[in-house]
């Protein structure tokens, strides 16, 4: 990846996130096909191209900020998650990670869903243990699941 974010290999593709805070960014498809399962199918499969030409050079994501999807761009060049995220703290931080948690589900990066559902599992406290479980039930995250059994324990057993 330092190859590529050295700006020898020029951006091939670019990605347009569509909604109220519309935002573009420039990226390498053969990058976002290596992380996420989503993007190989988009840009090199079965959405977009199925009568075998080149892969399209522009495409639109939906459902996601351009914050989160920064986030993401982050972690296909760098193998982690963003300092800003991973070091912050308050509800600002909490919502981003729920949000960089979801993208990842959505983009099928399993890796990515892993760090960010250990990243979720800090925010847990009495105001956001049940969105949290909300969260690791709609998206089958057995370890969110599991850290929000560990932290009712633990209240249950304070509380004594």
């Given at each position: 990846?330092?190859?590529?974010?050295?700006?020898?290999?020029?951006?091939d593709?670019?990605?347009?996130?569509?909604?109220d805070?519309?935002?573009?960014?420039?990226?390498?498809?053969?990058?976002?096909?290596?992380?996420?399962?989503?993007?190989?199918?988009?840009?090199?499969?079965?959405?977009?191209?199925?009568?075998?030409?080149?892969?399209?050079?522009?495409?639109?994501?939906?459902?996601?900020?351009?914050?989160?999807?920064?986030?993401v761009?982050?972690?296909?060049?760098?193998?982690?998650?963003?300092?800003?995220?991973?070091?912050?703290?308050?509800?600002?931080?909490?919502?981003?990670?729920?949000?960089?948690?979801?993208?990842a589900?959505?983009?099928?990066m399993?890796r990515?869903?892993?760090?960010?559902?250990?990243?979720?599992?800090?925010?847990?406290?009495?105001?956001?243990?049940?969105?949290?479980?909300?969260?690791?039930?709609?998206?089958?995250?057995?370890?969110?699941?599991?850290?929000?059994?560990?932290?009712?324990k633990?209240?249950?057993?304070?509380?004594?």
């Amino acid at each position: 990846m330092e190859f590529l974010l050295s700006g020898d290999a020029p951006f091939d593709l670019e990605i347009r996130v569509v909604g109220d805070d519309a935002a573009t960014f420039h990226a390498h498809r053969m990058a976002l096909a290596a992380q996420s399962l989503y993007f190989r199918r988009r840009l090199y499969g079965e959405v977009g191209n199925e009568a075998g030409g080149a892969p399209p050079s522009a495409i639109d994501v939906h459902g996601v900020s351009p914050e989160a999807f920064g986030a993401v761009l982050h972690y296909v060049y760098n193998d982690a998650l963003p300092e800003e995220v991973t070091n912050k703290s308050g509800n600002a931080a909490a919502f981003m990670a729920r949000e960089l948690f979801e993208a990842a589900d959505m983009y099928a990066m399993d890796r990515m869903k892993l760090l960010c559902a250990n990243n979720l599992c800090r925010f847990i406290d009495v105001d956001t243990v049940s969105p949290i479980m909300e969260i690791a039930e709609a998206h089958s995250c057995e370890l969110l699941k599991k850290a929000r059994r560990n932290y009712m324990k633990r209240r249950r057993i304070l509380a004594q």
